[in-house]
């Protein structure tokens, strides 16, 4: 009997249009022990996920052809509840933040992002999501 004990490294799913953001994003969550692909806009990111698996999205909400919120609101669709979906904003006021919730986010990250932490905000979400 061949047991495979070696656990599944999460793979990440960023979609920013600044590109030293999303370079930033990848190298903080790939030494976290996340695997990361990053789309430069919300197209890109509804056309990743359905080509591929990913455990999380991480999604700015200021991007062309599609803004994090319609992303968000359309990967809850498809994917269900159980899917970790956290927004990356600049914009730190209440209207924002309902509007993420109301989109299905599951968490927020107000930039500037703090990457030393990036991977200890994620896992507890993406943990949580395993047991759902």
């Not at 495979?4 to 190298?27: G, H």
């Not at 197209?43 to 803004?67: N, Q, R, T, V």
């Not at 509007?99 to 927020?108: K, Y």
Request: with cysteine.
């Amino acid at each position: 009997m061949n047991l495979d004990l070696t656990p599944e490294i999460p793979r990440v799913l960023v979609a920013d249009d600044d590109p030293t953001t999303c370079l930033l994003m990848q190298a903080a969550l790939s030494k976290a022990g996340f695997h990361v692909s990053t789309v430069a806009n919300g197209k890109a990111a509804l056309e990743s996920f359905a080509a591929g698996h990913f455990d999380m999205a991480l999604l700015d909400i200021e991007m062309p052809e599609l803004d994090g919120y319609l992303v968000c609101s359309e990967l809850r669709r498809l994917y269900g509840a159980a899917l970790p979906i956290v927004l990356v904003t600049g914009h730190d006021d209440r209207e924002a933040i309902a509007a993420g919730f109301e989109a299905g986010a599951s968490e927020f990250i107000s930039k500037p992002i703090d990457w030393l932490k990036l991977g200890d905000r994620l896992t507890p979400l993406l943990q949580k999501s395993k047991v759902a």
